[in-house]
């Protein structure tokens, strides 16, 4: 709205200083048309963007669901249940099968494939987190993350640019997914920490910090903004959730200290 304000405004004062009052009106229509023209090409760019991410979405998955030898029934079941959660249509249905199933084969060019998922996510960190919170859940639905599950993650994340510390934090949900929740409390504490990406020795006041930090960043609203598909919000939610119960967590173990 305020690109097509400032549009109608600025064409309509040149034809305005040019033509006189006439020129401000035709001014301000050339500016109305060419902002809408500007309007719709970003619309469809958004949406091309929007369909590239979920494919590579669905194609890594279908690869790291295969990483140990075989795609489980509940590997399946969380993909449908995706699709459901995402409210996809027959049709949105029907390709991003396709897209797991591509990711599945022997030919499918992983390393290729992250390359443009980093160039999609380059400038927008929090969607490469939402992006791994979703591999990682097709990981653990049949709880158990095998070895060669948990290495490929890895490689998912580090072929996407993650950085030293966004590699902690899947890391730690990772051990988390893995101990079922069953975690010693020790344990469970280390991963939060990892989790906010502080050290344990960080002040009560960098711990906060980091949190908000976090939460601003992963709120689903900004992220929406920021590119991510509507259809994704809840799964960027379960992010939000992680981190504010690592917080939790540290808050409620100084507190008992």
């Known amino acids: 709205m305020a690109f097509l304000t400032i549009s109608i405004l600025l064409f309509g004062l040149l034809g305005l200083a040019l033509f006189g009052p006439l020129g401000l009106l035709l001014g301000g229509g050339v500016g109305f048309w060419l902002a809408q023209r500007a309007r719709r090409r970003l619309l469809v760019a958004r949406a091309q963007i929007e369909q590239g991410y979920l494919q590579s979405v669905f194609s890594v998955m279908g690869c790291l669901c295969q990483a140990d030898g075989r795609v489980s029934a509940g590997e399946r079941d969380i993909a449908e249940r995706l699709f459901t959660q995402m409210r996809f249509s027959d049709s949105q249905r029907a390709e991003a099968r396709a897209a797991f199933e591509r990711g599945r084969a022997e030919s499918f060019d992983l390393d290729a494939e992250l390359a443009r998922v980093g160039q999609l996510t380059q400038r927008q960190p929090m969607l490469r987190q939402v992006f791994l919170q979703v591999q990682l859940n097709a990981i653990a639905a049949d709880g158990e993350i095998h070895d060669a599950e948990r290495d490929m993650l890895m490689r998912v994340a580090r072929g996407i640019g993650c950085s030293d510390t966004e590699l902690a934090q899947i890391e730690a949900m990772l051990d988390r997914a893995a101990s079922n929740g069953q975690a010693t409390s020790e344990a469970s504490l280390k991963d939060a920490y990892r989790v906010l990406g502080v050290s344990d020795e ?32 809840e799964v960027a939610q379960q992010r939000t959730s992680e981190i504010s119960n690592a917080f939790d967590r540290i808050k409620s173990a100084r507190e008992a200290s």
């Open 202 to 233: 960080a002040s009560d006041a960098e711990v906060k910090k980091a949190y908000r930090r976090l939460m601003s960043q992963n709120h689903p609203d900004k992220l929406a903004g920021k590119g991510l598909p509507e259809s994704m919000r």
